[in-house]
């Protein structure tokens, strides 16, 4: 039987045993951009000490890598190279040849997985179970490789890092008001270590190091990033010093774990220099992958702030060719949730999920704001006269929904949710499926269906999955893989 997940390649944390990096964790793809006819990449590195991992050798030369951030007993390295994106490659690492499937120009695939983890106990799961479905994305990829990797969200389940210290135990629940400063420090310190036992332990579970050494990945945050329900737990906790804090941290971790930079340093497919929201785009050969932050402008009041909608009203004023894939964090479509937020209300019981119902965009509390959003994108398919792909997580279900924006054109949200975690009742699945019969069309001229799977009974699966996206002769296509019920049918786009 497997270990835990968390000594995977690292100390256990149990018994006041010290967390360690027993051998280097990576290299850990990850797409910076795509300039011309190649891709800029960063491979990451974790290792003990300062123990400088070596250096990239591709066609072009070596490539040593420079140091991000330090820990007690660890480093965080970052190499920056370049490979072709008209043509499959490879490059070397410490003995290691890694085949690199990095055509972008033609017929390719794309994986696309989201909500990696639990919110309880997740370090302490066996790694088979837990990595089941990236074994069966490992071996996918092995059958017809991926160029590239998106993660849509809750790339780490963060919630348990608060435990353990005296200014957060009891988070969200009850904060100290006016924490001092040294005691802020020390909180600090706190949660950058316990950031990094669990990036350390994820990336490095064998089925995701294999994968990330091969596929460049690209992420985008949610809340479990930073801790369950950010921006839409009360102010009183996220604008407190200690809520404060927390985010600070999460964010580091985020720009150092998830995009392997750090401030003063993004790639140029971000939007904003300065990170004060953390959307980014990418444009490649007859594709865009565009990708709003939904969490680091969010209140219990807006999901996104003036720089997101920037980004987005800039993104529908270009000319793009071929297909958008468009990653939402949190669904753009789906049931009629006010239905549900309106019962909470008047059940004392259910007012804690309130936070779950206010992240989504069909909230009460974000209605305008969702018509926004849904009128910014017909305007970019109609701008560029395509069909617009959402592809998003965050629910631990499988489902798709297909609005219809006018002209023949449509916005087909695809939810692939969860890989690693574990699927909600059977029960939930069905009642969600009920509640999608409820007409929500906030753009009354623009209907929204929830729609089945390929070959599946049901609007919403919960089986653990992920999506496999592929561009044919120009035309692209969907498939979930399902853990019990398998690969679903094609699904033309």
């Known amino acids: 039987m497997s270990r835990p997940l968390q000594d995977v390649a690292t100390g256990s944390t149990h018994a006041g045993v010290p967390f360690r990096i027993t051998s280097p964790i990576g290299p850990v793809l990850f797409l910076d951009d795509v300039a011309g006819s190649q891709l800029l990449l960063s491979a990451l590195f974790i290792t003990a000490g300062d123990d400088e991992p070596p250096p990239i050798a591709t066609a072009a030369g070596e490539t040593r890598a420079t140091r991000l951030a330090g820990y007690d007993h660890a ?164 604008y407190s010093p200690v809520g404060q804090t927390l985010f600070a941290v999460a964010r580091e971790s985020f720009l150092v774990f998830q995009q392997a930079t750090t401030d003063g340093d993004l790639p140029m497919r971000f939007a ?115 069909d617009i792909t959402a592809v998003s997580g965050e629910i631990h279900l499988a489902t798709r929904a297909v609005m219809d924006l006018g002209g023949g054109l449509h916005l087909n949200q695809l939810v692939a949710s969860g890989i690693a975690h574990r699927a909600p009742p059977k029960g939930w699945a069905r009642f969600l499926g009920a509640l999608s019969w409820l007409a929500e069309d906030p753009l009354p001229e623009h209907p929204i269906r929830v729609e089945r799977l390929p070959g599946q009974p049901g609007r919403y699966i919960a089986e653990r999955n992920y999506l496999v996206l592929e561009r044919t002769a120009g035309n692209w296509t969907a498939l979930w893989d399902l853990e019990a019920s398998g690969m679903t049918e094609v699904m033309s786009l």
Not at 122 to 145: F, I, K
Not at 163 to 173: C, I, K
Request: hydrophobic share 35%.
């Open 272 to 386: 904003d220099p300065e990170g004060q929201h953390l959307g980014w785009a990418v444009h490649g050969p007859d594709l865009r992958i565009l990708a709003p932050d939904l969490r680091s402008e969010r209140t219990r009041r807006q999901i996104m702030g003036p720089g997101g909608w920037a980004m987005m009203e800039a993104e529908a004023q270009h000319e793009v060719e071929g297909h958008t894939l468009l990653m939402s964090s949190v669904p753009l479509l789906g049931p009629r949730l006010s239905l549900l937020e309106a019962l909470m209300v008047v059940i004392p019981r259910m007012q804690k999920y309130e936070d779950d119902l206010r992240d989504q965009w069909q909230s009460r509390a974000h209605r305008e704001e969702w018509r926004r959003m849904l009128r910014l994108v017909r305007d970019l398919a109609r701008r560029d006269g395509h």
């Open 75 to 238: 480093r965080v390295w970052r190499a920056r190279f370049t490979l072709p994106a008209d043509r499959a490659s490879d490059y070397r690492w410490n003995g290691t040849t890694y085949a690199v499937a990095g055509d972008l120009t033609g017929d390719m695939r794309l994986a696309y997985v989201s909500c990696n983890g639990e919110e309880v106990g997740d370090m302490d799961r066996e790694g088979s179970e837990r990595n089941a479905m990236w074994e069966r994305l490992r071996s996918e990829h092995q059958r017809r490789p991926f160029a590239l990797m998106l993660h849509g969200g809750d790339q780490i389940y963060a919630d348990e890092v608060t435990d353990g210290h005296n200014l957060s135990h009891d988070w969200p629940e009850h904060i100290p008001r006016d924490p001092s400063s040294a005691a802020l420090d020390d909180f600090r310190h706190h949660l950058r270590e316990r950031f990094l036992e669990r990036y350390a332990a994820l990336y490095a579970a064998p089925q995701f190091a294999w994968l990330c050494a091969r596929v460049p990945s690209l992420m985008q945050w949610d809340d479990h990033d930073i801790c369950d329900g950010w921006g839409s737990l009360r102010r009183s906790r996220t």
